[in-house]
């Protein structure tokens, strides 16, 4: 079945360093990707997302490139900050409509924490 | 745009009781809303799609007469947790897709239920 794999967090960084959060998936067919950020006591906010192959997708400084040819989806900045701390989830989903529901398809979640 | 609001955000109940959390999208149109539980620290586990006018279909293992949900209109998905007990304490959120986006879906802040 489809599937999403992040990797294994927390991720401790100082700030103005360079962030990468892997995320590889694996899907029949060709579903849109996402990255959601979780703050602290809060509900799931769309950080960025990609629809086709080779698309980037970019938000906030955050940047991510749908890689059809190794399945991943990473998710880069160049400079995080301490107001980055959060939670990010990578997923995958396809649209609603011909026999999709439209539901996404989470990974595990990885912290980040970044100190000043 | 594409706000989805959720009520209450928290609540504490004793057990034995039931539970109503209200998920609305604010301005827009959904006919499908998607019920999430999430444990702490740990990614989120999609419960039940809720579908405007007919039955929600519920994942694997979640029990339907336990998680009761009503999709009356487009604008509003309810999720009943029935004789609460507190292994359902837990963060619960929703989401609901802009049809005719396809494939993002917008969160709810989440409600926190506590079962005493």
């Known amino acids: 079945g489809d599937s999403v794999t992040q990797m294994e967090g927390p991720v401790t960084l100082s700030e103005e360093a360079f962030l990468t959060i892997n995320c590889t998936y694996t899907a029949t067919g060709y579903p849109s990707l996402f990255w959601y950020v979780q703050y602290p006591g809060e509900g799931l906010q769309l950080l960025l997302k990609a629809t086709k192959a080779d698309d980037k997708g970019s938000n906030k400084g955050f940047e991510a490139t749908y890689r059809k040819e190794t399945t991943s989806f990473h998710l880069e900045k160049g400079s995080v900050q301490v107001s980055d701390s959060a939670v990010y989830f990578c997923a995958l989903g396809f649209p609603h409509g011909s026999g999709n529901t439209g539901k996404l398809i989470f990974g595990q979640g990885t912290t980040l924490q970044v100190k000043p | 745009g594409a706000v989805v609001s959720q009520h209450p955000s928290r609540v504490i109940c004793k057990s034995g009781t039931s539970v109503k959390i209200e998920c609305r999208s604010l301005d827009f149109q959904a006919t499908t809303m998607f019920w999430y539980r999430q444990f702490p620290k740990q990614s989120l586990m999609l419960m039940a799609t809720s579908n405007e006018g007919s039955k929600a279909t519920y994942e694997q293992g979640v029990e339907k007469d336990k998680f009761l949900i009503n999709h009356a209109s487009l604008t509003l998905s309810t999720l009943t947790v029935t004789s609460a007990h507190p292994e359902d304490s837990s963060f619960y959120i929703c989401?609901?897709?802009?049809?005719?986006?396809?494939?993002?879906?917008?969160f709810g802040p989440g409600t926190r239920l506590t079962v005493l």
């Open positions: 989401s609901a897709g802009r049809d005719t986006h396809g494939d993002t879906q917008y």
